[in-house]
């Protein structure tokens, strides 16, 4: 059996003489979160639409567990459990109601539906709002509906476009929970602008830029970019950044805001014992010392700008 | 699948107070000035005014009233209840919804046609049984009922199908209702206007001319086969609007 759930090859799609995705390649295993990165108007939500078979490639392919979409895109679609960037939520139906639909529309038969709607209602805290219209529900129930839906028909693949949009700190926590459990049997591809998210939930990584794939790995990978070699100081009474520089290991100084300095040093010469040794002795007046990591923005930024300067 | 895109379409009807409204306007209308005034009109005229032999039964004369004023006030409810059909889940993204499901676009198609056409049938049933309640005074011709019936039914089913195609075409339902109202109305009087020359095509496409038959009592198969291409151009030609959504995004 072929544990490879989703596969793209190739995605191209232009608008007149603009192309929004071009070449993005890349697949995906069951049990795997793929975090789908990219600023604004990157192009994620136009690889998202083609890859559930709402917006035809202008070339290239989609395969859904080996099923091709574009020529058999009922049994593909079946496998996919998908939420668009906004909920696509009938407001005058009833949260039950609604999954019902989305049941019965996924293939779900009469006899398991109930337990169906039950189910998806249950891992998304839905059961006390099943009575009520969508309409007069908050947008971060919509949301939660939304993913409902989606998960209804125990899909292969789920796609989730910005799900925890417009949610607050407390249901977005229970969100990435969720999103992480369904990642246990399922494989879900997450479109975000959130950088933690990414880091919190996802396996893989890809980072869109300007319809084009410039990252594509595991996060531990991005993790290790951010390690960098660098060491923040803080000192109360500092003198010449020329007299730092002489600790052995030190490759320059620099002083950044609020007073503290940025220390670079060689790989592998860690001078952290060095310079809190000569601190003390020379009474800097030593207040603070950490590891200077460059934050997943950082990386993000420098990624994407390259491909912007090449 | 085909009926849940239809069972869900019935539900929003009359999830709103539109539904219950429509229908129950329509009902007034019939029946005020369609069914009461027929009948006063028909003791008034046919009580000694024309000779025997030019007299009209009471089915045919009250049966006609109600449906040619039927036929008349469909020309208004149906855009009213068509134009939301898509044009609505487009402005709301939840065309989405349907396009990721295993459904094909024929299929949401159809679904959505079926669901308007059986709302609609519900007030043609009405009114049939309106206009058969006569029997209990007359006897009553079932075959002239029945024959006028399916008349509305394909008038109305012909109506659904242009309305359903104009609201695909557009985002602003209130547009698609206008559209809708104006192509119907059009198609419906050309053969009006265009009296002058019997012998002009547009005399054959237009929609009262083969209304008119089934007014008479009369079912004739090219009145059929012309109400139905007519559904089954408009439903094509929406699922092409539909998937250039996709292609052209």
């Known amino acids: ?310 | 699948m085909i009926f849940a895109v239809a069972g869900k379409e019935l539900r929003s009807m009359f999830s709103s107070p539109m539904g219950w409204v429509i229908l129950a306007l329509l009902q007034l209308v019939f029946a005020h000035f369609g069914f009461f005034e027929g009948v006063d009109k028909y003791y008034k005229i046919m009580s000694g005014m024309v000779r025997p032999e030019e007299r009209l039964g009471a089915t045919e004369f009250i049966g006609n009233n109600v449906f040619s004023m039927a036929s008349f006030v469909m020309l208004f409810a149906v855009p009213l209840l068509s134009m939301r059909l898509i044009s609505e889940e487009r402005k709301n993204q939840t065309l989405t919804f349907l396009f990721s499901a295993p459904l094909s676009l024929t299929e949401i198609v159809l679904g959505k046609f079926i669901g308007l056409v059986t709302f609609l049938t519900i007030s043609i049933v009405l009114t049939g049984a309106m206009v058969s309640s006569l029997n209990l005074w007359v006897t009553v011709d079932f075959g002239y009922i029945a024959a006028n019936m399916l008349g509305l039914w394909l008038l109305v089913a012909s109506f659904s199908a242009l309305g359903i195609f104009v609201s695909g075409s557009t985002q602003q339902p209130i547009v698609a209702a206008i559209i809708t109202f104006v192509v119907l109305f059009g198609l419906l009087t050309m053969d009006f206007y265009l009296a002058g020359d019997p012998t002009s095509v547009f005399n054959k496409i237009s929609l009262m001319r083969h209304f008119e038959p089934f007014s008479h009592g009369i079912i004739d198969t090219r009145d059929l086969a012309y109400f139905f291409l007519f559904v089954l151009t408009f439903l094509t030609l929406t699922v092409r609007r539909l998937d250039a959504d996709r292609l052209r995004g």
Not at chain 1, 86 to 113: F, I, S
Not at chain 1, 222 to 239: E, I, V, Y
Not at chain 1, 251 to 273: C, F, I, K, W
Not at chain 1, 299 to 304: A, G, K, M, N, R
């Open chain 1, 1 to 310: 059996m072929t544990t490879v759930t989703i596969e793209a090859s190739e995605l191209t799609r232009t608008y007149g003489n603009n192309t929004v995705v071009r070449d993005v390649s890349f697949s995906l295993n069951k049990g795997e979160v793929l975090g789908f990165l990219g600023p604004n108007g990157a192009g994620k939500s136009t690889t998202m639409k083609m890859l559930t078979g709402n917006l035809a490639p202008t070339a290239g392919s989609v395969n859904i567990c080996g099923i091709d979409i574009i020529e058999n895109p009922k049994a593909a679609k079946a496998l996919i459990g998908y939420l668009p960037e906004q909920p696509p939520l009938y407001k005058e139906l009833t949260v039950d109601e609604m999954l019902a639909l989305a049941g019965r529309l996924h293939g779900v038969t009469r006899k398991h539906l109930k337990k169906a709607v039950d189910i998806a209602k249950q891992r998304t805290g839905l059961t006390e709002m099943s009575g009520r219209l969508i309409d007069n529900l908050s947008k971060g129930y919509q949301q939660r509906v939304g993913i409902a839906q989606a998960i209804i028909h125990n899909p292969m693949v789920v796609i989730l476009d910005e799900p925890t949009v417009g949610l607050d700190p407390s249901q977005i926590r229970d969100i990435r929970a969720l999103i992480k459990e369904l990642g246990g049997e399922h494989s879900v591809i997450l479109s975000t602008h959130i950088l933690p998210e990414v880091e919190m939930v996802c396996d893989h990584v890809q980072i869109i830029h300007k319809g084009q794939l410039v990252f594509n790995g595991g996060i531990d990978v991005l993790k290790q970019q951010r390690q960098g070699n660098k060491l923040l100081l803080g000192l109360s009474n500092a003198p010449s950044l020329d007299e730092i520089e002489k600790i052995s290991g030190v490759v320059s100084v620099t002083a950044v805001q609020d007073g503290l300095l940025r220390v670079q040093y060689a790989v592998g010469e860690n001078p952290a014992e060095r310079i809190v040794e000569t601190a003390v002795k020379k009474k800097w007046g030593l207040h603070q010392i950490t590891p200077d990591q460059t934050s997943l923005e950082e990386v993000f930024v420098q990624l994407t700008y390259q491909e912007a300067t090449q």
